[in-house]
């Protein structure tokens, strides 16, 4: 399993629905959209700035993560982005792979 990011944003139909289940509402519901998809909710942050909404979740694979952004952004209350994040392991690993690159001109 990864992890993925997922910043978002209200709607107008998403912030309807905020106010009416609250903050801990929608945190148990996104957590069961997660565990029902094979995932597990490692953060849950509300923020004020560019995102709203900051999920970061443990999903199975990639194809689990996209489908998750593209039915929740379907449903229209939020618009989803995703990052995958890297452990600092997987960057341990990288720094060590030898890359067989060259610089332009050379």
């Known amino acids: 399993m990864a992890n993925y990011m997922y910043r978002?944003?209200?709607?107008?139909?998403?912030?309807a629905g905020l106010l009416k289940e609250g903050?801990?509402?929608?945190?148990e519901a996104l957590r069961q959209t997660v565990e029902g998809m094979g995932g597990?909710?490692?953060?849950?942050?509300?923020?004020?700035?560019d995102d709203d909404l900051i999920l970061i979740a443990d999903i199975p694979d990639e194809a689990?993560?996209?489908?998750?952004?593209?039915?929740?952004?379907?449903?229209?209350?939020?618009?989803?982005?995703?990052?995958?994040?890297?452990?600092?392991?997987?960057i341990d690993e990288a720094v060590n792979k030898s890359v067989p690159y060259r610089l332009p001109g050379e």
């Open 23 to 27: 903050g801990t509402g929608r945190r």
């Open 64 to 90: 689990t993560a996209a489908s998750l952004a593209l039915n929740i952004a379907a449903a229209g209350a939020l618009e989803v982005s995703t990052t995958v994040l890297l452990s600092p392991e997987t």
């Open 40 to 49: 597990k909710l490692e953060g849950f942050y509300y923020a004020m700035g």
């Open 8 to 15: 978002t944003k209200y709607t107008r139909s998403g912030l």
